[in-house]
């Protein structure tokens, strides 16, 4: 079946650091990627998307490509702050009714 | 708009008791759906409802009962609580479902932490 496969955390960086996140899916067809993001205490909240290949979806300044070739779509932000500190999920959309959620990764930052 | 919202926050349950969990949205989303979120194991999600009177089955659906008699209201059901059902758990919705379109944002509550001892 179709699932999504994380980095294990947790990624603990310095303030201005560069961050990537891994994250590989397994699907059949064309499915639509996300990055959801838990900030401490909270629910999860979606913080960008892509819908085909070789989309970039970028938000708060975090992109992520939707790469075919690799089936990756890895989180990046070139200078994490230390309120980016939160869990996040790489998730799948296969056009039935279910999201699959990766095992989400912990982000550290440190000032 | 005050979005998911979820009730109780947090809730200690002995073995074999019974509750419910509210989940309420305002957005008149039609899909809605509830998951467990334990450590090293991300979301999984328990049921889900397609619209008012239709629910099915998520990965982890046992122990856990759910209706969907309106629009706005989705509640969970623990009919006789465990230990292995201590967890964190979320509701969401979306306009539609994924499966309508594979683009549809979750909206996310603020979870309800349930101890079961």
């Known amino acids: 079946g179709n699932s999504v496969t994380q980095m294990e955390g947790p990624v603990t960086l310095s303030e201005e650091a560069f961050l990537t996140i891994n994250c590989t899916y397994t699907?059949?067809?064309?499915?639509?990627l996300f990055w959801y993001v838990q900030y401490p205490g909270e629910g999860l909240q979606l913080l960008l998307k892509a819908t085909k290949a070789d989309d970039k979806g970028s938000n708060k300044g975090f992109e992520a490509t939707y790469r075919k070739e690799t089936t990756s779509f890895h989180l990046e932000k070139g200078s994490v702050q230390v309120s980016d500190s939160a869990v996040y999920f790489c998730a799948l959309g296969d056009n039935t009714d279910k999201l699959i959620f990766g095992t989400g990764t912990r982000l550290q930052v440190f000032p | 708009n005050a979005g998911v919202t979820q009730t109780p926050k947090f809730q200690v349950l002995k073995t074999g008791q019974s509750m419910t969990l509210q989940c309420a949205q305002d957005m008149n989303h039609e899909y809605m759906s509830w998951y467990r979120q334990d450590p090293g194991m991300g979301l999984r999600l328990i049921h889900y409802s397609v619209g008012a009177g239709i629910t099915d089955q998520g990965e982890v659906p046992n122990g856990y009962n759910v209706s969907r008699s309106t629009t706005e209201d989705f509640p969970l059901r623990l009919l006789s609580a465990a230990p292995s059902q201590t967890s964190v758990y979320f509701c969401?919705?979306?306009?539609?479902?994924?499966?309508?379109?594979?683009?549809?944002?979750?909206?996310f509550g603020p979870g309800t932490r349930l101890l079961v001892l």
């Open positions: 699907a059949t067809g064309y499915p639509s």
């Open positions: 969401a919705s979306s306009y539609n479902s994924p499966g309508t379109s594979g683009v549809e944002t979750q909206y």
